[in-house]
């Protein structure tokens, strides 16, 4: 609810409590729910400008610093080093020791700390002419960023955290192996998330959480395969869109906003985008096999193939499992992965690449139509709206690959220009009429 909302519910709670709408019990508990939330916004205004404020001091004490780097003695570089990490160090331990609890001390001393040890690690290195890859060093400064998570409870190191290990794994991925290692640090600071996601996990901090470890896995799941991606793009994409969006659907997907679920949110999108791209043939046709389509027929697979099937073995056990909680809505988006594989199967030989492209084009044609029942049922403009534009633009893709003419195409716009406003006119009066 936007505060102005909050401040006029809280000046109105008296009079309805007189005019024997609300009794004292009920407004007395909308009062502290409402105020209780209004004050979280504005701690979290205090901790967003705390985590700016400790990273611009951080950055200019460095500034400073540098300044005149180059000509001081190395014994007194080595203390300037080291004294942002120490003073970061002192001050958290001094608000641990004094029990502060409030999350904007807690993210801005953790900040602090965090940019202190990338800074500290890095002059210390630069003093002593320490040799070391750029990915040796983001993995040092993570690794030491971990304690700041836990004992500050802190969300700000987690999500730098995050971002590191995925830098990390992408500069050393080139013939180390490290994309192994990732998943093991990747699952460092699951614990923090998860005790930040139990209970309620739509507040800010679970939130940010999720989209951060969303962000990470996008990244994190490629970098297994190396560089068979281009071959088994197809199921490893579709398979890990679609898995975010059944486990979204699952557990998140009681938010308030959309924003708060950020699964449910880059899984289907993602996944529609998908099924535009493979509703034409062009994609169809750059679809290449790491293993050719006779050793195939062998029996020949290796462990990237074996990998590639996981998200949709994940994704077929999810569809069941939609099934038996009674959420059969989210099936016909989630089944995109599977329909996907199948072409990407199926593409090996050319005759069945049409029969593909129609598919496609019947099954975007079904997610706008969906959309389009659910808005009508649940009187939902911006639903309503959704299907007449997956099915509007699925049109104008198909401009495009037919001859069809300037006047036939012009009818066609006029008429779900038109639809697009009777339908907005209509659902407008039903809901003008059950709110009388």
Known sequence: MAQKNIRWLLRELPSLVGDGVLDGGAAER??????????SRRNWALTIFGILGGGLVGL???LLLAHNWSGMP???????????????????????????????????????????????????????????????????????????????????PALIYLAGIIWWAMEAA???????????????VVPHTMQAVRGNPYRTRPVLLLWGYAIALCFAV?????????????????????????????????????????????GSLASTLFAFVFASEAPWREVRWYVSYSNHQFGYFSLYDA????????????????????????????AMPILATLGYVLSARPQWTLVTVIVFNIYVFALGAQRLVIGFKSMRVGMVNTGILLIFALIILRFFDTEMSFVARGIVFVILGVAFLVTNVVLARRKTDESS
């Open 174 to 188: 080139h013939g180390s192996h490290s994309e192994w290692w990732l998943w093991p640090l990747l699952a460092l």
């Open 222 to 266: 490629p970098l297994l395969f190396e560089n068979n991606l281009d071959n088994l793009w197809v199921p490893v994409f579709c398979g890990l869109f679609g898995c975010y969006y059944l486990v979204g659907t699952f557990w998140f997907d009681d938010s308030p906003s959309v924003w708060q679920k950020p699964f449910v949110l880059i």
């Open 74 to 156: 190395r014994p007194v570089r080595t203390l300037l080093s080291i004294a942002p990490l120490l003073c970061a160090q002192c001050l958290a331990g001094w608000g641990l020791l004094r029990g502060k609890q409030s999350t904007s001390w807690r993210e801005t001393v953790a900040i602090l700390w965090t940019l202190s040890i990338g800074a500290s690690t890095a002059l210390v290195a630069q003093t002593y002419h320490i040799s070391g890859s750029a990915s040796q060093f983001a993995l040092t400064w993570m690794l030491f960023t971990i304690p700041v998570v836990y004992l500050l409870n802190a969300t700000s």
């Open 60 to 62: 200019g004490v460095i």
């Open 307 to 334: 990998l590639a099937a996981l998200p949709v073995i994940a994704v077929i056990m999810l569809l069941v499992s939609c099934v038996r909680r009674g959420k059969t809505g989210a099936m016909l988006l989630g």
């Open 30 to 39: 909308l009062r502290s729910h409402y105020a209780d939330l209004a004050a």
